[in-house]
């Protein structure tokens, strides 16, 4: 069984920086895509980040491109999101996700950790 948890979020001035991990484990990923989703007070939970475990290709939603980078470190079983020059409206809870390739659901889903970007 896929277990994940995050950690790393906080509190952070706007444009601040802040790294979150999510640690993996139960199986092996090489055919896995890890998500990073996020969900703020209100709102539904939006996409983020992917990264496909197998050769580390990348896809980001817009409003975090150009600021965020995903990464993992297969050694670790871990996946990263370096999150630069935060602003107010990414203050959110996040949340990462495994999900086979060829699967529409996803295995599992990390309990959450908070992030807070102050004006």
């Known amino acids: 069984q896929v277990q994940l948890v995050e950690s790393g979020g906080g509190l952070v001035h706007a444009g601040g920086s802040l790294r979150l991990s999510c640690a993996a484990s139960?199986?092996?990923?090489?055919?896995?895509?890890m998500d990073w989703f996020r969900q703020a007070p209100g709102k539904e939970r939006e996409f983020v980040a992917r990264?496909?475990?197998?050769?580390?290709?990348?896809l980001y939603a817009d409003s975090v491109k150009g600021r965020f980078t995903i990464s993992r470190d297969s050694a670790k079983n871990t996946m990263y999101l370096q999150m630069n020059s935060l602003k107010p409206e990414d203050t959110a809870v996040y949340y990462c996700?495994?999900?086979?390739?060829?699967?529409?659901?996803?295995?599992?889903w990390g309990q959450g950790t908070q992030v807070t970007v102050s004006a």
């Open positions: 996700a495994a999900r086979i390739v060829t699967s529409r659901d996803y295995d599992s």
């Open positions: 139960g199986r092996t990923f090489d055919n896995y895509f």
């Open positions: 990264i496909f475990w197998r050769g580390g290709s990348t």
